[in-house]
């Protein structure tokens, strides 16, 4: 199952989609909207609504990005997909890399599309977003140790017993802070995590959705993760097949 959480995308949706639908022809694709102004839901219904493999879901509430990601992660339990790939809509992410993704991913893990694997020389995108992400991934890693180069990409793939062993009640972002969330409690549950490397491109129309109170989240984030990781006087455990793994472990590198 693919994953795309979007708000004002209608100028990329159906390219997205269309890629999607190439690289991934029996996948089911689930398009989480956000009530989008431009009418981002309206255009992939009618482009796609006959097609049983894509859904649109026209998400009702107050917006936000995490709280779409988790109607998403809410319908791929619910169905019985064993694998979920997330990827932004803006096509920053190429496509093409999902087959590679899902060949890759631990029966019981994730894989992260990871942008700095081998530093950020290949990136495409605009140098001050660069120097905030890259700055952000060094802030996210030096507070949680999370051993993961990336720790804010978007585009993974999950296997159905990483996102199991979720807790919904811990997850507290409410923007892009949520990717950095899930990984590090898939991490503490001693879930397997392999980085791929990826060029980031940056989004070919529209605008960023980076804004101010999202990066005051992501600065608060981490040590929230910290205080309730000291709280706890029990890890979770993921369902692990026979060669699992319950101990955080530094993520697999994937050429």
């Keep these: 199952m693919a994953l795309v959480a979007t708000y004002m995308e209608v100028g990329t949706i159906c390219r997205l989609v269309d890629q999607l639908r190439h690289h991934l022809p029996d996948g089911r694709i689930v398009i989480?909207?956000?009530?989008?102004?431009?009418?981002?839901?309206e255009v992939a219904r009618r482009r796609y609504g006959h097609l049983a493999g894509v859904e649109v879901v026209?998400?009702?509430?107050?917006?936000?990005?995490?709280?779409?990601?988790?109607?998403?992660?809410?319908?791929?339990?619910a169905s019985d997909a064993e694998?979920?790939?997330?990827?932004?809509?803006?096509?920053?992410?190429?496509?093409?890399?999902?087959t590679r993704m899902l060949e890759r991913v631990d029966p019981a893990g994730v894989v992260v599309g990871s942008r700095y694997l081998h530093g950020a020389a290949r990136a495409d995108w605009a140098a001050a977003r660069m120097v905030i992400s890259i700055l952000g991934n060094h802030y996210v890693r030096l507070i949680t140790r999370l051993p993961v180069a990336d720790c804010t990409s978007a585009f993974r793939c999950y296997a159905r017993p990483a996102v199991e062993c979720l807790d919904p009640a811990r997850l507290?972002?409410?923007?892009?802070?949520?990717?950095?969330?899930?990984?590090?409690?898939?991490?503490?549950?001693?879930?397997?995590?392999?980085?791929?490397p990826i060029v980031y491109r940056d989004r070919l129309v529209g605008e960023s959705k980076l804004r101010v109170g999202i990066l005051a989240e992501s600065l608060i984030a981490p040590w929230r993760l910290i205080w309730h990781s000291r709280r706890s006087h029990s890890r979770p455990r993921v369902p692990m097949p026979s060669r699992g793994r319950a101990a955080p472990h530094a993520p697999q590198t994937l050429p």
């Design 83 to 98: 694998r979920l790939v997330t990827i932004d809509a803006d096509l920053s992410h190429d496509p093409a890399l999902t």
């Design 58 to 77: 026209s998400r009702p509430g107050p917006r936000g990005y995490a709280a779409a990601m988790r109607e998403g992660f809410e319908r791929f339990l």
């Design 172 to 196: 507290r972002a409410r923007g892009y802070a949520f990717q950095v969330e899930v990984l590090h409690q898939m991490w503490r549950a001693g879930c397997p995590i392999a980085e791929v």
């Design 32 to 41: 989480v909207d956000d009530q989008s102004p431009d009418g981002t839901a």
